[in-house]
């Protein structure tokens, strides 16, 4: 049982290249989150789903799309990444109810150059 | 507009018991209060949560007041391995958690 993995862990992109952050969980939960965390900040919500083939905004998705094909499954994608994107990416997943945890991911170091 | 408000830093003497604040004045009847915590270069992680009543579980405790505008993560006995980032979160509409900028605890041997 691994819980939450993100591939890649380190990427350092050029401005205006594209890449796709992947996110798995093997605990068969409904909902799963992308967030970015930059320095010495909280994390943010960019996007979330709350099950296989949905996906909604969160608080800042401008600059990236996601897709929730595979229930186990949640991308996160760049298609023109900026110096601005430059971050801490953490995945998460949870149960369907509203008190439920959140389980998250060891996060992928982004550098956008 | 935050949503939850909690002190920067605070520091805690090992074995004694710490006290991290949190208001959020403008919670609504259904918002969950949650409480995770972030460890360095790690993703944060479950601490624990309440609705209304105080919660006791093996990590801490977590104290509520009467009208649901702050509350109080409870470490009974602070330990090195408690040093970390406490984030008070509101778990608003039921899909998204609002992170503040959290209380960064440093545990003095």
């Known amino acids: 049982n691994a819980g939450v993995t993100q591939t890649p862990k380190f990427r350092v992109l050029k401005t205006g290249q594209s890449m796709t952050l992947l996110c798995a969980q093997d605990?068969?939960?409904?909902?799963m989150y992308w967030y970015r965390q930059d320095p010495g900040m909280g994390l943010r919500l960019i996007h979330y789903?709350?099950?296989?083939?949905?996906?909604a905004k969160g608080e800042v998705p401008d600059g990236y799309n996601v897709s929730r094909l595979k229930k186990q499954n949640f991308l996160l994608g760049l298609e023109s990444a900026a110096p601005s994107q430059t971050s801490v990416y953490f995945c998460?997943?949870?149960?369907?109810?509203?008190?439920?945890?959140?389980?998250f991911g060891p996060g992928t170091r982004l550098t956008v150059l | 507009d935050a949503k939850t408000t909690q002190p920067n830093s605070m520091e805690s003497n090992e074995e004694e018991p710490v006290h991290l604040p949190c208001n959020h004045s403008?919670?609504?009847?259904?918002?969950?209060i949650h409480w995770y915590r972030q460890l360095p270069s790690q993703g944060p992680e479950y601490v624990i949560h309440?609705?209304?009543s105080n919660v006791n579980n093996r990590m801490a405790s977590l104290a509520i007041a009467e009208d649901r505008k702050s509350s109080t993560l409870i470490l009974h006995r602070a330990t090195l391995r408690d040093a970390a980032v406490y984030y008070c979160?509101?778990?608003?509409?039921?899909?998204?958690?609002?992170f503040g900028t959290g209380t960064s605890l440093t545990v003095i041997p």
């Open positions: 998460a997943s949870s149960q369907e109810t509203s008190w439920d945890t959140q389980y």
């Open positions: 605990m068969n939960h409904e909902y």
């Open positions: 789903s709350v099950g296989e083939g949905t996906t």
């Open positions: 403008t919670i609504s009847g259904t918002d969950y």
């Open positions: 309440g609705l209304t």
């Open positions: 979160i509101l778990r608003v509409g039921g899909n998204q958690f609002y």
